[in-house]
């Protein structure tokens, strides 16, 4: 498993009955996961008195409740600044178990600089531009795309924070299939991608995305965008069926057998301080030249 073990401003403290208690900075939430299915005793005071609380309707959704929680509030990891927030769809903004995947991406860029190559990264379903500012921090140029205005606002607020300069990162707001094909005609190319697709989501003018549906002749597309001089591709799944394995063959198949290299895929978890679980968060694929 590949473990996001590194944050000091985030913990998951204990999980039971379908919940995880966290802290994000110096704030107490508790939020459903689906992977929590075991039910054990909450020991931690901190179960019972969170600063925000978001509780599953069993029709769908859900609300939150708050205790003390500003509207908005920061944390970091290493030099990188976030912004965050409570939604209506129980997210703060941010996925920590990626930072195991912003590390790597980072180490790469720095060996490529240290060896005088430029790194040109592609950042699909870009969200709040975690990847992105790590990215751009090592010293890669990035180019966030997203069909969310609302998420690239965020994004770049986040970027200001981290103090990331203004001309290593592109913001993009579109369909990530439209971008992507019409970087194709364009003749454009990158030396690294990131994808983080949603299992589900609509574009701007409607656009339908469904993961198990989408995923592979999406990512043959992004294939055509591969330099010569190519560094990585990382591919994360937060779809129920599709494993590390699926991962692996895809990219094995579009990448590897077209360009060498090799993939990793595996299981992304975090740690919980309170006993020695690692919480499962998905998967994630790896490809490298």
């Given at each position: 498993m590949i473990i996001s073990d590194k944050w000091t401003d985030y913990e998951v403290i204990?999980?039971?009955g379908g919940e995880k208690l966290e802290r994000w900075g110096n704030y107490i939430l508790v939020r459903p996961d689906p992977q929590v299915i075991w039910d054990t005793p909450k020991k931690d005071n901190r179960w019972h008195s969170p600063n925000g609380h978001y509780y599953r309707s069993d029709k769908g959704g859900g609300h939150w409740e708050f205790n003390d929680l500003p509207e908005e509030w920061q944390i970091?990891?290493?030099?990188?600044?976030?912004?965050?927030?409570?939604f209506s769809f129980k997210h703060t903004g941010l996925f920590p178990e990626q930072a195991a995947n912003w590390d790597f991406a980072a180490e790469l860029i720095r060996e490529r600089k240290a060896e005088g190559r430029e790194t040109k990264v592609l950042n699909l379903f870009a969200y709040t531009g975690g990847a992105t500012i790590s990215a751009a921090a090592?010293?890669?140029?990035?180019?966030h795309v997203d069909a969310s205005?609302?998420?690239t606002g965020w994004a770049r607020e986040n970027a200001l924070l981290s103090g990331i300069p203004h001309e290593s990162c592109r913001w993009i707001v579109e369909d990530c299939r439209k971008f992507v094909e019409r970087e194709i005609r364009r003749g454009n190319k990158y030396d690294a991608i990131i994808l983080d697709p949603p299992s589900y989501g609509r574009g701007p003018k409607g656009e339908i995305w469904k993961m198990e549906d989408d995923i592979f002749d999406f990512l043959k597309l992004t294939s055509e965008l591969i330099?010569?001089?190519?560094?990585?591709?990382?591919?994360?799944?937060?779809?129920?069926?599709?494993?590390?394995a699926v991962l692996s063959y895809m990219m094995n198949l579009l990448f590897?057998?077209?360009y060498g290299g090799k993939v990793r895929s595996d299981e992304v978890g975090l740690p919980v301080s309170?006993?020695?679980l690692i919480l499962p968060c998905g998967a994630t694929g790896r490809w490298t030249k």
């Amino acid at each position: 498993m590949i473990i996001s073990d590194k944050w000091t401003d985030y913990e998951v403290i204990d999980t039971s009955g379908g919940e995880k208690l966290e802290r994000w900075g110096n704030y107490i939430l508790v939020r459903p996961d689906p992977q929590v299915i075991w039910d054990t005793p909450k020991k931690d005071n901190r179960w019972h008195s969170p600063n925000g609380h978001y509780y599953r309707s069993d029709k769908g959704g859900g609300h939150w409740e708050f205790n003390d929680l500003p509207e908005e509030w920061q944390i970091s990891y290493g030099s990188l600044k976030f912004n965050l927030k409570p939604f209506s769809f129980k997210h703060t903004g941010l996925f920590p178990e990626q930072a195991a995947n912003w590390d790597f991406a980072a180490e790469l860029i720095r060996e490529r600089k240290a060896e005088g190559r430029e790194t040109k990264v592609l950042n699909l379903f870009a969200y709040t531009g975690g990847a992105t500012i790590s990215a751009a921090a090592a010293g890669a140029h990035v180019t966030h795309v997203d069909a969310s205005k609302g998420m690239t606002g965020w994004a770049r607020e986040n970027a200001l924070l981290s103090g990331i300069p203004h001309e290593s990162c592109r913001w993009i707001v579109e369909d990530c299939r439209k971008f992507v094909e019409r970087e194709i005609r364009r003749g454009n190319k990158y030396d690294a991608i990131i994808l983080d697709p949603p299992s589900y989501g609509r574009g701007p003018k409607g656009e339908i995305w469904k993961m198990e549906d989408d995923i592979f002749d999406f990512l043959k597309l992004t294939s055509e965008l591969i330099s010569d001089d190519a560094a990585f591709i990382i591919l994360n799944s937060y779809t129920t069926g599709l494993q590390p394995a699926v991962l692996s063959y895809m990219m094995n198949l579009l990448f590897t057998k077209r360009y060498g290299g090799k993939v990793r895929s595996d299981e992304v978890g975090l740690p919980v301080s309170g006993n020695s679980l690692i919480l499962p968060c998905g998967a994630t694929g790896r490809w490298t030249k």
